[in-house]
């Protein structure tokens, strides 16, 4: 500690030997320095403030139903973004900047120093969440200066509003267009499903009833036609039994009886045409089960012609034969009867057993089948899907405009409007003065400690010592007189009256600055 306060005191005896060449310098930089602050331009400042509302009524009442943007998030990139190049160029014709513009560098020069000055500050005591936002420049011409704020509060304001425009129409845009292109996946989804059920109708079914129970039902109406068919050939059987055992002729007088051997066949024509007409509500023409039904039908029709004609033959010979046998006649007719039931039944058997036939050879077709309309209906599920959420979405985009259009999601409110600076805020010379004549006193200390390090001297022995590495014996002390005493004392005086008079120029300049500033 002491080698270095020794230090300290050798440097400031050194630098004292050109204590006046640092006054001498001080007082120029100062001067120098007071000139340029007195010469430098007014500056006038113009600022505004806006609040950002980003409530909105609706937004709780539409939350689900509308989309429910950041708006706080839009607004701080809005302030981050809305200082930029493209910005500036439109803020230069708003203002009216460019009228003194003659050349692209100038331009540039302009743009560069806009967005350089240009200040958006936020938050209004309570931190950053605060929507409170500044907006300041600063400039030389107070009218430019508002003129320039002027035209930032209107682009703040603008491009908060036609970027929310554009968000959405490019939404919609871009939802219509997905909406478009999925309806035409959707519709050859539908034509796809459509043709490849109308190929495979007769083994796909009618949609309500798989290939299983296709199946299933032919075996069922199989097993009852065969059961109904050993009936009818029972029936005929008991009555060639019958008919065998009874003459032909009676010789007793017997009551006629008058009966209807077609009664049978009617009533069974008429559930026939009752079926098909259930099944043509679903079927079409070309279905198997409605050409058997046509056919069966045909056949009972031709047997009824046949019995009717059998019948009006009979009664021709009735009538020639005196002792005909009423109850002969009555079996024989049954028994036509019965065996044309028998050759109708016998066809349905025929007809369910081809089917049953052809269902099982096509048996090996159906995991391939399904799985193609497995493939199919997936196909068309995931487009119909798809479909119905962009027509939610874009309903939901438009009822989101709609409310942004109403209510304003984000409502921007001048709070200050653009202010008219009567007097300069900067330079502030009142406190540039002291700081100039602090400076110029740092650059003397400057110079005299160059100096003394150019041109060292040695202050005691001890110093000589070190430097050396040579054993000083002894130093010779200076003789003073009384004439350098006094010398010596009117120097010192005079260098205290330089450092003061020096005080009292910047202070004399600091009220002169305040002076002329009021």
């Not at 409110?413 to 502030?428: F, G, L, W």
């Not at 004549?437 to 001297?457: C, K, M």
Request: glycine share 6%.
């Amino acid at each position: 500690m002491e080698e270095l306060l020794s230090q300290i005191v050798s440097y400031l005896r050194g630098m004292w030997r050109y204590r006046w060449w640092a006054l001498a310098l001080a007082w120029i930089v100062g001067i120098a320095g007071g000139v340029v602050v007195y010469m430098m331009p007014d500056q006038y400042r113009s600022s505004a403030r806006v609040f950002v509302d980003t409530q909105s009524v609706l937004r709780p009442l539409m939350s689900g139903l509308a989309v429910q943007p950041n708006v706080e998030q839009q607004v701080a990139i809005l302030t981050r973004t809305l200082i930029s190049r493209p910005n500036m160029d439109k803020l230069i014709t708003m203002a009216d900047l460019d009228l003194t513009i003659r050349t692209p560098a100038e331009r540039e020069a302009l743009v560069n120093k806009l967005m350089s000055d240009l200040r958006i500050g936020q938050g209004g005591g309570r931190g950053r969440s605060d929507n409170m936002f500044t907006l300041s420049y600063q400039d030389t011409d107070p009218q430019r200066a508002h003129a320039v704020v002027q035209a930032l509060l209107s682009l703040f304001v603008e491009s908060g509003l036609v970027g929310k425009r554009a968000d959405s129409d490019s939404a919609r845009r871009f939802i219509e267009e997905q909406i478009a292109a999925y309806e035409t996946r959707l519709t050859d989804a539908e034509n796809r499903l459509k043709e490849f059920r109308l190929r495979n109708m007769a083994l796909l079914g009618d949609g309500s009833t798989n290939y299983l129970s296709q199946i299933s039902s032919v075996t069922q109406q199989l097993n009852q036609a065969r059961l109904e068919l050993r009936e009818a050939e029972t029936s005929a059987a008991a009555f060639r039994d019958q008919l065998a055992n009874e003459s032909p002729t009676s010789t007793a007088s017997t009551p006629s009886f008058e009966f209807s051997p077609t009664a049978e066949l009617d009533a069974r024509i008429d559930g026939l045409e009752r079926d098909l007409d259930a099944m043509l509500l679903r079927y079409t023409e070309q279905h198997p089960d409605v050409i058997a039904t046509r056919s069966l039908m045909a056949r009972l029709d031709e047997q009824r012609q046949a019995a009717l004609e059998l019948l009006q033959e009979e009664s021709g010979e009735s009538a020639t034969t005196p002792n005909t046998n009423p109850v002969y006649q009555q079996i024989k007719f049954s028994l036509s009867n019965a065996e044309a039931r028998v050759a109708g039944l016998t066809a349905r058997v025929a007809e369910f057993e081809e089917r049953l036939q052809f269902l099982r050879e096509r048996a090996e077709l159906l995991p391939k089948l399904e799985a193609e309309e497995a493939q199919l209906n997936r196909d068309y599920g995931i487009h119909r899907r798809n479909y119905e959420q962009l027509v939610q979405r874009r309903e939901s985009a438009t009822m989101s405009v709609e409310m942004a259009a109403q209510s304003g999601i984000a409502d921007f409110r001048v709070i200050e409007p653009p202010s008219r600076p009567t007097s300069p805020s900067a330079p502030n010379r009142l406190m540039l003065m002291p700081l100039v004549g602090v400076a110029a006193l740092g650059v003397g200390l400057a110079l005299a400690f160059l100096l003394s390090q150019i041109r060292p001297a040695f202050n005691s022995g001890r110093m000589l010592r070190e430097v050396s590495g040579l054993p000083v014996l002894g130093t010779v002390s200076r003789v003073t007189g009384p004439a350098y005493r006094h010398a010596r004392r009117l120097s010192m005086l005079a260098f205290g009256g330089g450092l003061i008079s020096y005080g009292l120029a910047i202070a004399a300049a600091m009220a002169a600055m305040q002076i002329l500033q009021r």
